[in-house]
């Protein structure tokens, strides 16, 4: 692997649309980036300037800190996997792997050795003689990444080339950092746990995480050694940990977020926050999300997937 380093790196569509913009960012040697981010927002644009498939406006691509801007793809050591995943149909499974190695004049030795190697990595080796009409869709993609593995590239991107995984559920749970990015700019890079617990504006924090953070615009009111939080739907005071985060704060309005998980249904109306009627349960199996209104604005809690609860039911939420 390799160190890769974006230096103010853009693209612009035209004369005023920018796919990506002033994006700066540097990876580590064998460092796994995740790039998250809605539709449209740049991210499979940074990663075709990066395989040299996309023309860069303006910056820098350096690749073992050697400037590879401009040089042609093939001369980079990128492999990338696309989101069609796609392989050559008239080619066997072998066939497919072992195309780049003969495009580099590879013996036969090493292509053979590469492509039994790569095969048995992505758990394909009985499929080598099989063409790919003759695959599942989850195999024709191992066999996309078997190719594009077999190079030993420096760099290795991948953009969306496994389907029907949770992206955000992978990039948490596999990703050394992640970047967010809206609209062609990058809006945080961070562990996973940075990005989840400690997001840097209100965009990330209801990005990441499924539901989706609940929103509360509050106003703010110190009394005595107390600071409290109200709206017309919700009051309650703050515990000294979020307490010590505002003394600085000098506003008197601030959106709150609370995660769905951080919410709790409590059988005591006297220690709960709110009390309030389902709207709508969805059961997930081990847990369950459950929609309620307060005021004109739909919130989302998760609770565990027992007791088991039911539309109408009022409960107290703590």
Known sequence: MATLELIQLSKRYGKSVWGAKNVNLKVNDGEFIVFLGPSGCGKTTTLRMIAGLEEVTEGEVLIDGKDVTYLEPRKREVS?????YAVWPHMTVYENIAFPLKLRKESKENIDS????????VKITEYLERYPRQLSGGQRQRVAL???????????????????????????????????????HIEQVGTPDDVYFDSE?????????????NFFKMNIKHEKNNVKFYNENLEFLLPDKIKNLLKNYNKD??????????????????????????????????????????????????????????ANEIINIS
Do not use: C, W
């Open 253 to 310: 309005q601030i959106i709150l977020g609370i995660r769905p998980e951080s919410f709790k249904i409590v059988e005591n109306k006297e220690k709960s926050y709110f009390t309030e009627k389902i709207l709508v349960v969805e059961p997930q199996g081990s847990h369950q999300v459950i929609a309620l209104e307060i005021g004109e604005q739909i919130v989302k809690i998760v609770a565990p997937a027992f007791p088991k609860y039911k």
């Open 146 to 184: 078997g190719r594009a593995l077999a190079v030993k590239p420096k760099i290795f991107l991948m953009d969306e080339p496994l389907s029907n995984l949770d992206a955000q559920s992978e990039a948490l749970s596999m990703a050394d950092r992640i970047v967010i990015m809206r609209n062609g």
């Open 201 to 213: 504006n209100v965009f990330v924090a209801g990005f990441i995480g499924t539901p989706p953070t």
């Open 114 to 121: 590469m492509v039994k190697e790569v095969a048995e990595m």
């Open 80 to 84: 990338m996997v696309f989101q069609s």
